[in-house]
Nanobody
Framework: QVQLVESGGGLVQAGGSLRLSCAAS????????MGWYRQAPGKQRELVATITSGGSTNYADSVKGRFTISRDNAKNTVYLQMNSLKPEDTAVYYCNANIWMVAILNNYWGQGTQVTVSS
């Protein structure tokens, strides 16, 4: 089994920065694409950013120019650097990964980390 463990959430003032991390752990796996999603109260979960194993990235329009996704394949870790944070970025942020295990591709979610941006 594979686990995704997020860290780095917290409370920050508008205009501030936070860096989220998500580390995958387990045995005998290979990570394909990874990404971050978020869910605000009363809203559906939405894509924030994704990154392929080769490093190609994709961002939601609402975070382009402010957030940067990156990954360290040696550490099985994906990061989300969030700058110029706005109150509307307040949400629970979830890590997501497509992971190969024994020739089967499965999708995994982390437990979520709260990000709160005060105005």
């Amino acid at each position: 089994q594979v686990q995704l463990v997020e860290s780095g959430g917290g409370l920050v003032q508008a205009g501030g920065s936070l860096r989220l991390s998500c580390a995958a752990s387990g045995r005998s796996f290979s990570i394909n694409a990874m990404g971050w999603y978020r869910q605000a109260p009363g809203k559906q979960r939405e894509l924030v950013a994704t990154i392929t194993s080769g490093g190609s990235t994709n961002y939601a329009d609402s975070v382009k120019g402010r957030f940067t996704i990156s990954r360290d394949n040696a550490k099985n870790t994906v990061y989300l650097q969030m700058n110029s944070l706005k109150p509307e970025d307040t949400a629970v942020y979830y890590c997501n990964a497509n992971i190969w295990m024994v020739a089967i591709l499965n999708n995994y979610w982390g437990q979520g980390t709260q990000v709160t941006v005060s105005s």
